[in-house]
């Protein structure tokens, strides 16, 4: 639609009402992506590790010391190595063993 060519005022109201829609409209897509942000927040490491010896020392791992990297969850055995892991987890990604899935 091409606005402004036209200056009588019946399609001037018109034009007021598609910049209210317009404004619905964005504000919803607005709410939704907030409450998408939100559903993420609360996807926190609270799935099990899938490996069960911390791949920086070989000890057990500690289920509160864990990263969420690609989607997997993975376990440390202290927050020394899970800082590491942080630090540049492409690097150490290839050290972490996953257990075996039953
Ligand atoms: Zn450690």
Known sequence: MIAGTNGSAPVRGLWDMKKWMCLASLALVLSVGAAGGFAAEG??????????????????????????YKGETIGFCC???????????AKHISKVQ????K
């Open 98 to 101: 996953r257990d075996a899935k």
């Open 43 to 68: 996807d926190k490491p609270v799935a099990k590790p899938v490996n069960s010896k911390c791949p920086m020392s070989g000890k057990p791992v500690d289920a509160e010391k864990v990263a969420v």
């Open 79 to 89: 927050g020394n190595c899970l800082k590491k892991f942080q630090a540049d987890p």
